[in-house]
T-cell receptor
Framework: AQTVTQSQPEMSVQEAETVTLSCTYDTSESNYYLFWYKQPPSRQMILVIRQEAYKQQNATENRFSVNFQKAAKSFSLKISDSQLGDTAMYFCAFLPTGNQFYFGTGTSLTVIP | GAGVSQSPRYKVAKRGQDVALRCDPISGHVSLFWYQQALGQGPEFLTYFQNEAQLDKSGLPSDRFFAERPEGSVSTLKIQRTQQEDSAVYLC????????????FGPGTRLTVT
């Protein structure tokens, strides 16, 4: 079974500080993709960052970076220099071979001015 | 179009009514996906189309749920005899056929069954 677990329902961070969101997953597959999506109140799912499991190098997109630990099946998101616009729900997602995404239950992040 | 569009954005239905939710994918995207997002949860896969062919409908929760994409472009998710547990946001996503790891999501339709 494929599962994604986000153990932090809510988090907050001061503006300009750094915050890390946690995600673990369970799979028996060796090749897959991992994602972090942002969902603001508008409900639009916005891709933040993507990691391919066969790549050892951690993905980075501007202020967003991941810590991908394949053996531990861990995929955390670090947001540096947090901005007010980062306030949103963040979903960790997993795509094994095939076409079906598996999403975690989300972490609600609030950036405090 | 510029992105995936969905209509209506909000739908209120009385229990027992039938509803139809529409998805317009990005032009040229062969693959189309439907997800159901209950309140406070992450999206859950419902069904997948490649062109007009429905290749996977394993996530549809009951036979009251039906999806179609007759011309391989616009898709409609139909829910018959709606129940309160059907209340959720229904998200549509599309992608190129060989790049399903790049799914672009629409804004969703919030369905409330009273």
């Amino acid at each position: 079974a494929q599962t994604v677990t986000q153990s932090q329902p809510e988090m907050s961070v001061q503006e300009a500080e750094t915050v890390t969101l946690s995600c673990t997953y369970d799979t028996s597959e060796s090749n897959y993709y991992l994602f972090w999506y942002k969902q603001p109140p508008s409900r639009q799912m916005i891709l933040v960052i993507r990691q391919e499991a066969y790549k050892q190098q951690n993905a980075t997109e501007n202020r967003f970076s991941v810590n991908f630990q394949k053996a531990a099946k861990s995929f955390s998101l670090k947001i540096s220099d947090s901005q007010l616009g980062d306030t949103a729900m963040y979903f960790c997602a997993f795509l094994p071979t095939g076409n079906q995404f598996y999403f975690g239950t989300g972490t609600s992040l609030t950036v405090i001015p | 179009g510029a992105g995936v569009s969905q209509s209506p954005r909000y739908k209120v239905a009385k229990r027992g009514q039938d509803v139809a939710l529409r998805c317009d994918p990005i032009s040229g995207h062969v693959s189309l996906f439907w997800y159901q997002q209950a309140l406070g949860q992450g999206p859950e896969f419902l069904t997948y189309f490649q062109n007009e062919a429905q290749l996977d409908k394993s996530g549809l929760p009951s036979d009251r749920f039906f999806a179609e994409r007759p011309e391989g472009s616009v898709s409609t998710l139909k829910i018959q005899r709606t129940q309160q547990e059907d209340s959720a946001v229904y998200l549509c996503a599309s992608s190129h056929w060989d790049r399903t790891y790049e799914q672009y999501f629409g804004p969703g339709t919030r369905l409330t069954v009273t």
